[in-house]
């Protein structure tokens, strides 16, 4: 929603600066200098970019639309669910949440974070390292390693559909230029023409310019910043658990454990000690769904 609505403003604020200053709006629309723009930076991102990213980028692209879901109640929900399991562990031993770890889909545990368990990947991440904990053959330095090794993994790979938008917005001035200069091209070959209609290609030519600096600026560039920040939220959920599974192996209580992973999020989403506290409490009450 936002998307759009930042897309209508930079519209309603370019175009209808325009049209109060006196211009024509008419003279802005020019079809085949989109074409050119638009056409020349798709072709340039197909031959810049492998099919992976290709691919990974066009995925990518709808979640834009969506709002973050790394909330507030999804942190609580993740940090309940990390404490249910450590509480477990410490009173019945790494061996109690085998059969947990080894199918969440049908743990009880799991079955009361129903918007954990959405979360393929959070989901994924969690039960590898409780593995590799029930397992016991690895250290706490070990596995802090392997952590930071595959977030790092996981931020590359994220960062590819950035880099390529990046890229790719970076590029289109520079193709707005060429289209001006091919209609500057047009211009001068068609010198002999009355003075109105030569007015009318030379406007054409430099709509080219304007046009190919607002879509990068505009309209690309921005959606690149954008999967930036939901990379960066996604990493912070796997940090999350990565601090409070290592507090967890360290030796530290479940409730101490959890506000490991508690301090590490960003202060729009961090729940209060207090709101984790009694969130924890209303969870191990409530009884798991049939």
Known sequence: MLVILGYITVLFAVFGGFAIAGGHLGSLL???ELLM???????AFLVANTSKVIKATIKALPSLLRGSRYSKALYLETLSLLYDILAKVRKEGLMSVEA????PDQSPVFAKYPMVISDHHVVEFMTDYLRLMVGGNLNAFEIENLMDNEIDTHHAEGSIPVNALAKMADAMPAFGIVAAVMGVVHTMESVGIPPPELGKLIAAALVGTFLGILLSYGFVGPLSALLEHKLAESSKMLQCIKVTLLASLNGYAPQVAVEFGRKVLYTTERPSFTELE????????RPPPA
Do not use: E
Request: glycine share 14%.
């Open 100 to 103: 947990d770890v080894d199918a």
């Open 30 to 32: 020019q079809p085949v």
């Open 278 to 285: 009694d969130t924890v409490k209303q969870r191990k009450a």
């Open 37 to 43: 723009i638009g056409g020349s930076a798709l072709g």
